[in-house]
């Protein structure tokens, strides 16, 4: 997973070069026109978009409630039983997780009280979930994360293709109820970066510490499981909350 992060600078480093060559013609063609030379010329801009329009956005329903979130945190601050789940916003997997095994979870153990859902992001995926994850980590702070987290599942389309383009978070960040000019503040491409790198330093070593190797990784009150199936989170978290054996009776005197 480390091993990730040195790409990660390389690329950005890359895109500053890149920069310098791009805004040379313009210094060119304005020499030329201050020499009194002929303009050449219009061309049509540039623009890079997507040669297949994407679907529209999907809002599922019903979002994960409301009223159970703080931020990163699903359910009660003092349920007895924790769960973290590490997920890619573009890991099918994790998509499988969030539709088939979350619902479950909330309504037989987060709804009641004996679970709190905690979730750590992951971005190892490329580009896109670098963007998605800083999206995320906005909308966190507004307390809106849980219903972003379902939008962002519902739209997922593969791995860099597009679905977490800028213009679809705005999209889905508005449909989730996100206050949108702070958070389009915090998509600016120096914000964002900086977002990122907050990110990198708060998960990663948590992540290396927990040999967080594959997503979804489950971990039940500090117990990782092999399994992130609806079987192995409902076996761990019903031992968790299986109480203590009492203490074998002392021998009589």
């Known amino acids: 997973m480390t091993d990730r992060r040195p790409r990660t600078i390389a690329a950005l480093a890359l895109l500053a070069a890149l920069a310098l060559p791009l805004a040379a013609p313009a210094a060119a063609k304005q ?108 909308a966190a702070e507004q307390n809106h994360f849980w219903a972003l987290h379902d939008l962002f599942y519902a739209n997922q389309m593969g791995e860099n293709v597009g679905s977490f383009s800028l213009d679809r978070i705005l999209s889905m960040a508005e449909a989730a109820g996100v206050e949108m000019e702070t958070f389009r503040a915090g998509l600016v491409l120096d914000a964002a970066r900086a977002r990122y790198a907050q990110l990198e330093r708060s998960v990663l070593p948590d992540a290396v510490a927990w040999q967080v190797d594959r997503t979804p990784t489950v971990i039940v009150n500090g117990v990782k499981l092999e399994s992130p199936d609806w079987e192995s989170v409902d076996a761990a978290i019903a031992a968790a909350l299986a109480p203590a054996p009492s203490p074998a009776p002392s021998p009589a005197g």
């Open 31 to 138: 020499s030329g026109a201050e020499q009194g030379g002929a303009e050449p010329s219009p061309t049509p801009a540039l623009t890079w978009a997507p040669l297949v329009t994407p679907p529209p956005i999907v809002i599922p329903g019903p979002l994960t409630p409301q009223a159970l979130a703080d931020g990163y945190v699903l359910g009660a601050a003092d349920a007895p039983v924790e769960v973290q789940v590490w997920e890619d916003f573009q890991c099918p997997f994790c998509r499988r997780w969030a539709e088939q095994v979350k619902p479950l979870l909330i309504e037989r153990y987060i709804l009641p009280g004996e679970v709190r859902l905690v979730f750590r992001p992951l971005f190892f995926l490329g580009e896109e979930s670098r963007w998605a994850a800083v999206a995320a980590d906005l």
